[in-house]
């Protein structure tokens, strides 16, 4: 049955190559894939393609890499021709038109990597984890013409643990979120089914990170600190500034300590810093500007942190 069914997938990122490729492997017809232009990258700005692409030539998919899409009659006539049942759409990076959402008949469907109505936006599992969320999932959904706001068809919950951080949650879900897609689309062909429209007042938003939102604010509790820097890896990140130098913090454990605020602490080799709310950061992996990734240890070598000395001064 799969065979007989003609899907458009868009889709750019890593997250999206799972989805695409089990789509093949479970015998669905993939008679285009929409991905984003190929960009300019690196010192020497050569254009690299994006992981969606590779993949698609790869499977030896058909590939339209539109620099836009919604007043783009070319485009629109190629997707007519096409006349898919379904278009998917995973981490595309456009906002897909209203003529694109009318044209198959089951719609736009889009595998999005929170339990939707929470987590809207661009950005959901890395506020998940920075919003110290334990449970969170995938959600596909019918799109309509607003933010992330389209009928519910399936969703699958996943725990988040403990040491997860976005780069490594991201491909949990992923792969979880590829399944779902099949089936997904399987029981939409068998018209067993049935979307259930969002309850908007429990909605959530997750936008488009800032390198402003890696700044540590040192009153928020410890915890939430760390949960933020787990968020926001590999960028934003979780940054300061150390005697006029930018400071990167990878990692760090939580405390039950009180210290004036985001001040130094030196332990033998331990470096504490004071946090909101009576907590501290034990400090467990650095980065000042224009050096290595460093511990904790090597750098009070470096460096030698003076008394009352403060990060963010």
């Excluded at 009180?258 to 602490?265: D, Q, V």
Aim: glycine share 8%; net charge neutral.
């Amino acid at each position: 049955m799969s065979q007989s069914f003609s899907l458009v997938f868009c889709g750019t990122p890593r997250f999206a190559v799972p989805t695409l490729d089990r789509l093949v492997e479970a015998g669905f017809r993939v008679d285009l894939v929409v991905t984003q232009p190929d960009r300019p990258k690196g010192r020497g700005l050569e254009l690299v393609s994006s992981p969606v692409k590779k993949c698609a030539q790869k499977l030896e998919l058909p590939i339209a890499q539109p620099e836009r899409i919604k007043n783009n009659d070319d485009f629109r006539a190629q997707l007519t021709n096409l006349k898919p049942d379904a278009i998917v759409v995973v981490g595309y990076g456009r906002i897909v038109p209203q003529w694109m959402l009318d044209l198959p008949p089951l719609g736009n469907i889009n595998l999005h990597a929170s339990l939707l109505p929470k987590y809207r936006g661009a950005a959901p599992i890395q506020w998940a984890i920075a919003r110290g969320e334990t449970i969170t999932g995938v959600t596909t959904m019918k799109i309509d013409a607003g933010l992330d706001t389209g009928d519910i068809l399936l969703q699958r919950e996943i725990p988040i643990a403990p040491n997860d951080t976005a780069e490594t949650l991201a491909p949990k879900l992923a792969a979880v979120g590829a399944d779902l897609t099949v089936t997904t689309l399987r029981e939409l062909q068998t018209s067993t089914l049935s979307p259930r429209p969002q309850d908007h007042t429990q909605a959530t938003i997750a936008p488009i990170l800032k390198k402003e939102d890696g700044l540590i604010d040192f009153s928020r509790p410890a915890a939430e600190i760390l949960n933020r820097m787990r968020g926001f890896q590999p960028w934003p990140g979780a940054h300061s500034t150390f005697r006029g130098k930018n400071l990167q913090v990878w990692q760090g454990a939580a405390l039950d300590l009180t210290l004036p605020l985001a001040e130094l602490n030196v332990e033998g080799v331990r470096l504490l810093v004071g946090c909101g709310q009576g907590t501290a950061i034990e400090l467990l992996e650095l980065q000042l500007e224009g050096k290595k990734r460093t511990s904790a240890s090597d750098f009070i070598r470096g460096y030698r942190p003076l008394p009352g000395e403060k990060f963010g001064s």
